[in-house]
Nanobody
Framework: QVQLVESGGGLVQAGGSLRLSCAASGRTFSNYDMGWFRQAPGKEREFAGG????????YYADSVKGRFTISRDNAKNTVFLQMNSLKPEDTAVYYC???????????????????WGQGTQVTVSS
């Protein structure tokens, strides 16, 4: 079992930056591929970024590629999402996920994750 707690959300102006953190419990954190997802009001939850257990491979949705960077610190059981050049359409609740499986096909990233955090709100004003 893994418990995930997100932090770092808030209100930022368009063009600004935020860094989200996800602290994980459990000693097997370093075994898990991790992901960040987001859900905007009235929309389905969507994949934002993913990282494999070692940090050697990363995955991004086209909508955030070049602006968001996912990273991890296995010694601190933490995964990060650095978000730059934020846009109003990035406004959403952001969720951390663990024990993910990522597959890519036709330029898309398909995901399946076992554990989820409670989310942190990110609001980008125009």
């Amino acid at each position: 079992q893994v418990q995930l707690v997100e932090s770092g959300g808030g209100l930022v102006q368009a063009g600004g930056s935020l860094r989200l953190s996800c602290a994980a419990s459990g000693r097997t954190f370093s075994n898990y591929d991790m992901g960040w997802f987001r859900q905007a009001p009235g929309k389905e939850r969507e994949f934002a970024g993913g990282i494999n257990w070692s940090g050697g491979s990363t995955y991004y949705a086209d909508s955030v590629k070049g602006r968001f960077t996912i990273s991890r610190d296995n010694a601190k059981n933490t995964v990060f999402l650095q978000m730059n050049s934020l846009k109003p359409e990035d406004t959403a609740v952001y969720y951390c996920a663990a024990a993910c499986r990522f597959t890519t096909a036709q330029g898309m990233v398909f995901t399946n994750c076992d554990y989820w955090g409670q989310g942190t709100q990110v609001t980008v004003s125009s």
